[in-house]
């Protein structure tokens, strides 16, 4: 694991952990991983959330679910994942 990820990981693993209750691994892009970048992979993100009862269709946005279920800071966690 090179510096950036380690660095990704320890910025953010705890905070995600404690609103979401999942370890974030699972959701890194592994395809940038290779590459030594952390990239949060918000279409495996999408579909775990869909798993757990998210539904477009009634919940609207994934954004407005998430700050709905879980919180406002937990929308801008994610919102900072993806632009990280």
């Given at each position: 694991?090179?510096?950036?990820?380690a660095?990704?990981?320890k910025?953010?693993?705890?905070?995600?952990?404690?609103?979401?209750?999942?370890?974030?691994?699972?959701?890194?892009?592994?395809?940038?991983?290779?590459?030594?970048?952390?990239?949060?992979?918000?279409?495996?993100?999408?579909?775990?959330m869909?798993?757990w009862?998210?539904?477009?269709?009634k919940?609207?946005?994934?954004?407005?679910?998430?700050?709905?279920?879980?919180s406002?800071e937990?929308?801008?966690?994610?919102?900072?994942?993806?632009?990280?």
């Amino acid at each position: 694991m090179n510096e950036q990820v380690a660095a990704y990981l320890k910025k953010y693993s705890k905070r995600f952990r404690a609103v979401f209750n999942l370890p974030l691994g699972p959701f890194l892009n592994d395809m940038m991983l290779t590459v030594g970048m952390p990239d949060f992979d918000i279409i495996r993100f999408d579909a775990h959330m869909v798993r757990w009862g998210y539904d477009i269709t009634k919940d609207g946005s994934l954004a407005d679910y998430i700050a709905k279920k879980y919180s406002p800071e937990a929308k801008i966690l994610v919102d900072e994942l993806i632009k990280a």
